[in-house]
């Protein structure tokens, strides 16, 4: 009997994980951010869903996010990047993420794909970890690799010229990291990473071609 009562034990957590819907966790109304989290179905960390929109067209969300380089002045947790492999629509980034005392830095190698729906003209760009991947030989590992990481960026134009921005993220922080801890912080790098992101928008360097151009002839 005990086996059988072990058994619906285990069927009624499935369900329970499978039933979980997303939880909003932060919201900023003034810049219109909403974080929500859930529990990962077969880990103790959370995942997270962020989401807003912003007046800037698709094309200059798509070119801050193509800036692999300026990632650490935006991405959370993010310290450093190192491209080593690009090709069209595709890069293999290793990435190093810094942490507070007393845990040790992270690092990963990313694998990020972009995408674009024909007919909705909806943009996803897909990053997850790539386990042993060649680092070069000038990279001296003395980090917590992380090796179970994923996150989604899905970018929606919207008729008003603006852009709905929504980014997914789930995995594990690898070593040693209560779930207590990862998921009390989870949603607050989620919100700082979005609040960021509307920050590098507005930076001119990212403006379409044609929006530049037509700066520079009005200011003539």
């Known amino acids: 009997m005990s ?3 072990f058994i619906l034990c285990l069927l009624m957590s499935v369900v329970t994980y ?3 819907e997303w939880e909003l966790s932060k919201e900023d109304t003034q810049r219109n951010i909403q974080v929500y989290v859930r529990p990962q179905e077969t880990l103790p960390y959370h995942e997270f869903y962020a989401q807003t929109i912003v007046p800037q067209p698709i094309e200059t969300v798509i070119a801050v996010l193509a800036d692999i380089g300026a990632w650490p002045q935006w991405l959370a947790r993010i310290k450093k990047v190192q491209i080593l492999k690009k090709q069209e629509n595709q890069s293999w980034v290793y990435v190093i993420y810094k942490l507070p005392y007393p845990f040790v830095e992270r690092d990963t190698v990313l694998y990020a794909r972009l995408t674009k729906h024909p007919k909705t003209s909806i943009v996803t760009i897909q990053s997850n970890a790539v386990p042993n991947y060649p680092l070069p030989s000038d990279i001296v590992i003395k980090r917590v690799r992380l090796n179970n990481l994923s996150s989604t ?8 010229g603006g852009t709905k921005i929504e980014l997914t993220g789930r995995g594990e922080p690898g070593g040693f990291m209560p779930s207590l801890i990862f998921n009390y912080n989870l949603a607050d790098e989620a919100q700082q990473t979005v609040r960021l992101l ?5 930076r001119p360097q990212y403006a379409p071609k044609s929006t530049e151009k037509a700066r520079n002839t009005h200011k003539k």
């Open 3 to 5: 086996y059988v009562v």
């Open 18 to 20: 499978a039933e979980s």
């Open 153 to 160: 960026w899905r970018l929606t134009p919207l008729p008003t």
């Open 198 to 202: 509307r920050q590098m928008l507005i």
